[in-house]
């Protein structure tokens, strides 16, 4: 029998799980929860709950309308969430949820699993960052426990003139410092596990930013085969440690030395799988579905290597914007439906991959070559 499939976050990210439901019979529909009237997901075909994403009544009414819950975001209540389990099933669990949503809990958790990860300390007062810094050295990253992606909620500590600068930046909020780790590559590995245990993931990717918001990726990474192994190795004993079901992304940290640091956990599909839509047997998001609904996964095998690269807002505007027209036979344009432009906003993504035998290098050519068209025009 078919199942109601209820998220938690309508943004990009609950639209392409939308999308990748409509073509599986074993989902009848998909519910969002997401404060945002006309959300990307409700777009696309998903009923939409307005409501914030922590909204207690808002989540038990999802409950009561869904089979399955899962998250597009972390930004779920997980007591709320941890006390309709009889209702409705939830994964990846609201425990698992709740030890990621905190990033010091998460190195902790880390820590207490034996997992490779950058040193760490709480944080409150000036003293305690004087503190670790005589531990870690300058520079360090001071980070808000909660909340923050896309590199918000970091500040990097250069000095020990730049404490107090920092500590009000972020005012009252909970914070952490963490060792500044100098990688010299970002990667990641897409793992997923489904409620029976079957583990799947795919091949390592390398990740370049841009104002600490993920630009691209290129799949696969270019890194040795056994660099490739020892990433896929660490995502799996963390997967294995991490209760419940459903794609994780698993962001690390490459060092000069080839040791490898988990950076951090996402409990959801991520940006850097976006590349699967077109790139693999099964895309992340119908992974994610087969994961947390109780089917057995998808091939995680790839067709060839790919690139994928974000469309973001111009610096300085905001506001309605005409979409991109991009004309080369290898790109993949996926737009998200968002009305408005904002400074660094994600409007959509590109994937650069076709069945012919292109090399990454000649991908990354063809990137070049449409960038211009890419690019975000203001209408005025």
Same mark, same amino acid.
């Given at each position: 029998?078919?199942?109601? #499939?209820?998220?938690?976050?309508?943004?990009?990210?609950?639209?392409?799980?939308?999308?990748?439901?409509?073509?599986?019979?074993?989902?009848? /529909?998909?519910?969002?929860?997401?404060?945002? &009237?006309?959300?990307?997901?409700?777009?696309?075909?998903?009923?939409?709950?307005?409501?914030?994403?922590?909204?207690?009544? %808002?989540?038990?009414?999802?409950?009561?309308?869904?089979?399955?819950? $899962?998250?597009?975001?972390?930004?779920?209540?997980?007591?709320?969430?941890?006390?309709?389990?009889?209702?409705?099933?939830?994964?990846?669990?609201?425990? $698992?949820?709740?030890?990621?949503?905190?990033?010091?809990?998460?190195? &902790?958790?880390?820590?207490?699993?034996?997992?490779?990860?950058?040193?760490?300390?709480?944080?409150?007062?000036?003293?305690?960052?004087?503190?670790?810094?005589?531990?870690?050295?300058?520079?360090?990253?001071? /980070?808000?426990?909660?909340?923050?992606?896309?590199?918000?909620? *970091?500040?990097?500590?250069?000095?020990?003139?730049?404490?107090?600068?920092?500590?009000?930046?972020?005012?009252?909020?909970?914070?952490?410092?963490?060792?500044?780790?100098?990688?010299?590559?970002?990667?990641?590995?897409?793992?997923?596990?489904?409620?029976?245990?079957?583990?799947?993931?795919?091949?390592?990717? &390398?990740?370049?930013?841009?104002?600490?918001?993920?630009?691209?990726?290129?799949?696969?990474?270019?890194?040795?085969?056994?660099?490739?192994?020892?990433? %896929?190795?660490?995502?799996?004993?963390?997967?294995?440690?991490?209760?419940?079901?459903?794609?994780?992304?698993?962001?690390?940290?490459?060092?000069?030395?080839?040791?490898?640091?988990?950076?951090?956990? %996402?409990?959801?599909?991520? *940006?850097?799988?976006?590349?699967?839509?077109?790139? %693999?047997? $099964?895309?992340?998001?119908?992974?994610?579905?087969?994961?947390?609904?109780?089917?057995?996964?998808?091939? $995680?095998?790839?067709?060839?290597?790919?690139?994928?690269? *974000?469309?973001?807002?111009?610096?300085?505007?905001?506001?309605?914007?005409?979409?991109?027209?991009?004309?080369?036979?290898?790109?993949?344009?996926?737009?998200?439906?968002?009305?408005?432009?904002?400074?660094?906003?994600?409007?959509?993504?590109?994937?650069?991959?076709? *069945? /012919? &035998?292109?090399?990454?290098?000649? #991908?990354?050519?063809?990137?070049?070559?449409?960038?211009?068209?890419?690019?975000?025009?203001?209408?005025?």
């Amino acid at each position: 029998m078919s199942k109601v #499939l209820g998220v938690i976050g309508g943004g990009q990210l609950g639209m392409m799980l939308t999308q990748a439901s409509s073509r599986m019979s074993d989902i009848s /529909k998909v519910i969002v929860l997401d404060p945002t &009237e006309g959300c990307p997901a409700a777009q696309v075909g998903a009923e939409q709950i307005q409501a914030s994403f922590d909204d207690a009544t %808002a989540i038990k009414k999802l409950a009561s309308l869904s089979d399955v819950i $899962t998250y597009e975001i972390e930004s779920g209540d997980s007591y709320v969430l941890e006390s309709l389990q009889d209702v409705a099933e939830i994964n990846p669990s609201p425990q $698992t949820l709740r030890i990621i949503q905190d990033k010091y809990t998460q190195k &902790e958790f880390l820590s207490q699993n034996n997992i490779p990860a950058p040193d760490f300390a709480m944080v409150s007062l000036y003293d305690d960052i004087v503190s670790a810094a005589s531990k870690f050295g300058y520079p360090l990253l001071l /980070k808000a426990r909660r909340g923050g992606y896309d590199g918000r909620g *970091n500040y990097k500590v250069d000095s020990i003139r730049d404490i107090q600068r920092a500590l009000d930046y972020f005012g009252d909020t909970p914070l952490m410092v963490e060792e500044f780790v100098p990688y010299v590559m970002e990667i990641s590995v897409i793992i997923s596990r489904n409620i029976s245990g079957q583990i799947e993931h795919y091949p390592a990717v &390398e990740n370049i930013h841009e104002h600490n918001i993920l630009r691209q990726t290129i799949s696969p990474a270019r890194i040795s085969p056994s660099l490739a192994d020892k990433a %896929a190795d660490i995502a799996m004993k963390t997967v294995n440690v991490l209760q419940g079901a459903g794609v994780f992304g698993i962001e690390m940290f490459l060092l000069p030395d080839d040791t490898i640091l988990i950076n951090e956990i %996402a409990p959801r599909v991520h *940006n850097s799988g976006h590349h699967t839509m077109h790139s %693999a047997a $099964t895309s992340q998001f119908e992974q994610h579905i087969r994961a947390v609904s109780g089917m057995d996964l998808g091939s $995680t095998k790839l067709h060839g290597p790919a690139v994928m690269y *974000n469309i973001l807002g111009p610096p300085n505007f905001t506001g309605e914007y005409m979409p991109p027209q991009i004309s080369h036979d290898a790109s993949h344009l996926v737009m998200y439906g968002k009305k408005i432009s904002k400074p660094l906003r994600k409007l959509g993504h590109i994937n650069i991959h076709d *069945n /012919k &035998e292109y090399t990454v290098s000649q #991908l990354l050519d063809i990137l070049e070559s449409i960038k211009p068209q890419a690019a975000i025009s203001p209408i005025y």
